[in-house]
T-cell receptor
């Protein structure tokens, strides 16, 4: 069963613009993680946001969490070409479940 | 920096043959995972382990076996490889941060691309 899923298959933006990737999940969570996977690489964690947090920042990244609507968003400001990647949200206590991912292309 | 290494990085196997994918971590993590990623899709959990000599089924375990002979090593075994098992396989490790509020970060390897012909 898909417990977490991103809401967009693919997005493209021009360098310098901001972009938001959205995620919805189906169960109660203790935390939600955002990962980025660049071409040919394994995913790498960007942000972990706990269920008692509403917002978390990491440099140009900002994650929000709305437990009432069971949704999260990841915003990237001042995008760069190197932000081109697939972005996943993941939930789970130890048995992590990933969404299908949102493919972001940043155009120079 | 956490380190998870996978071998082989790429393999071509014949249908019906046996394939073993290996994973080694130097993070001293309790949890290890095998995920499968099909082109254009997300990651699906095959097997995981939280202690040596014990493995657990994930969401798509059929056709796969796993082995955790030590804390550092975790293998994925395809006894009879099939065309449908062509995919990229990722190993990951995670620290157990404790209790029902575990928030361990997953550290992934670079992936093993398996092509079954």
């Amino acid at each position: 069963s898909q417990l977490a899923e991103e809401n967009s298959w693919a997005l493209s933006v021009h360098e310098g613009e901001s972009v938001t990737v959205n995620c919805s999940y189906k169960t109660s969570i203790t935390a939600l993680q955002w990962y980025r996977q660049k071409s040919g690489k394994g995913p790498a964690q960007l942000i972990l946001i706990r269920s008692n947090e509403r917002e978390k920042r990491n440099g140009r990244l900002r994650a929000t969490l709305d437990t009432s609507s069971q949704s999260s968003s990841l915003s990237i400001t001042a995008t760069r070409c190197e932000d081109t990647a697939v972005y996943f949200c993941a939930t789970g206590n130890y048995k992590y479940v990933f969404g299908a991912g949102t493919r972001l292309k940043v155009i120079a | 920096e956490a380190a998870v290494t996978q071998s082989p990085r790429s393999k071509v196997a014949v249908t019906g043959g046996k394939v073993t994918l290996s994973c080694h971590q130097t993070n001293n993590h309790d949890y290890m995972y095998w995920y499968r990623q099909d082109t254009g899709h997300g990651l699906r959990l095959i097997h995981y382990s939280y202690v040596a000599d014990s493995t657990e089924k994930g969401d798509i375990p059929d056709g796969y076996k796993a082995s955790r002979p030590s804390q550092e090593n975790f293998s994925l075994i395809l006894e009879l490889a099939s065309l449908s098992q062509t995919a990229v396989y990722f190993c990951a490790s995670s620290e157990w941060t404790g209790g029902s509020a575990n928030t361990g970060q997953l550290y992934f390897g670079e992936g093993s691309k398996l092509t079954v012909l």
